[in-house]
């Protein structure tokens, strides 16, 4: 990495002392070559090809005199990025190295299929993913990673989750993939899914199909 920056150091102080060296005729004279290869490291073929053909309207003209906030911009618009990673390679190429966001749950609004990335965006999808529980409702997005939070820390596994529904009083029900629906309290989430858990694996509860622990120190239970 040391390395790296002192070739960098030495080739911009060789540059500055090669330019002081002409008068402003010579310099206008002087064509640096355009930016004509641009690399993407981290999507599938159409993904990359799709963000290639959004950079191909920037006029990134050559890579001194780069306006990396236009690049910036293109990217963190792409709703597929989590993060990224710019290189420059002399004299005339960028790769971009990218981690694709994690797909989380499949949301719908106003008629339309979407997926919600680890990165909060929604991406468009033509079909919903068969892995990923479905949310319902107006959520709110700091909610909703407040509970996936709770549910990583707890002994609940998101793969056994179906659907989510979140209510405007600011708390979510979660139906299993068993058809059981866990009605949680707004707070003290951890302790709650790790109860329920504890709950549905006990055989004495094997007909649940309400699990309500909305209230503080009760819980009621429908069996179907």
């Given amino acids: 990495m040391q390395l790296s920056l002192s070739k960098k150091i030495i080739f911009y102080i060789f540059l500055i002392i090669f330019l002081s060296t002409l008068n402003s005729k010579h310099v206008s004279e002087i064509r640096f070559k355009n930016i004509d290869q641009i690399t993407v490291i981290g999507l599938r073929e159409n993904e990359k090809q799709d963000l290639l053909n959004d950079l191909q309207l920037l006029n990134l003209n050559n890579?001194?005199?780069?306006?990396?906030?236009?690049?910036?911009n293109k990217l963190e618009a792409n709703k597929l990025i989590e993060n990224y990673t710019i290189f420059k390679k002399y004299p005339s190429s960028i790769v971009i190295k990218v981690n694709k966001t994690k797909f989380l749950a499949?949301?719908?609004?106003?008629?339309?299929?979407?997926?919600?990335?680890?990165?909060?965006k929604l991406i468009e999808s033509i079909e919903k993913k068969s892995n990923l529980p479905n949310i319902f409702g107006e959520y709110d997005k700091d909610s909703f990673f407040?509970?996936?939070?709770?549910?990583?820390?707890?002994?609940?596994?998101?793969?056994?989750?179906?659907?989510?529904?979140?209510?405007?009083?600011?708390?979510?029900?979660?139906?299993?993939?068993?058809?059981?629906?866990?009605?949680?309290?707004?707070?003290?989430?951890?302790?709650?899914?790790?109860?329920?858990?504890?709950?549905?694996?006990?055989?004495?509860?094997k007909k649940v199909k309400i699990l309500d622990l909305r209230q503080h120190n009760q819980i009621i239970i429908n069996e179907g």
Avoid at 63 to 72: A, D, H, N, W
Avoid at 150 to 170: E, P
Avoid at 176 to 205: A, C, G, H, Q, Y
């Fill in 63 to 72: 890579i001194f005199f780069l306006k990396k906030f236009e690049l910036t």
């Fill in 106 to 120: 499949n949301v719908f609004n106003n008629g339309k299929s979407f997926v919600l990335g680890s990165n909060g």
């Fill in 146 to 205: 407040n509970l996936l939070k709770s549910i990583k820390n707890s002994n609940f596994r998101i793969s056994n989750i179906k659907n989510l529904y979140f209510f405007k009083s600011g708390r979510w029900d979660i139906e299993t993939k068993l058809d059981v629906i866990i009605k949680l309290p707004k707070d003290n989430l951890k302790d709650s899914l790790n109860l329920s858990l504890d709950i549905l694996n006990n055989n004495e509860f």
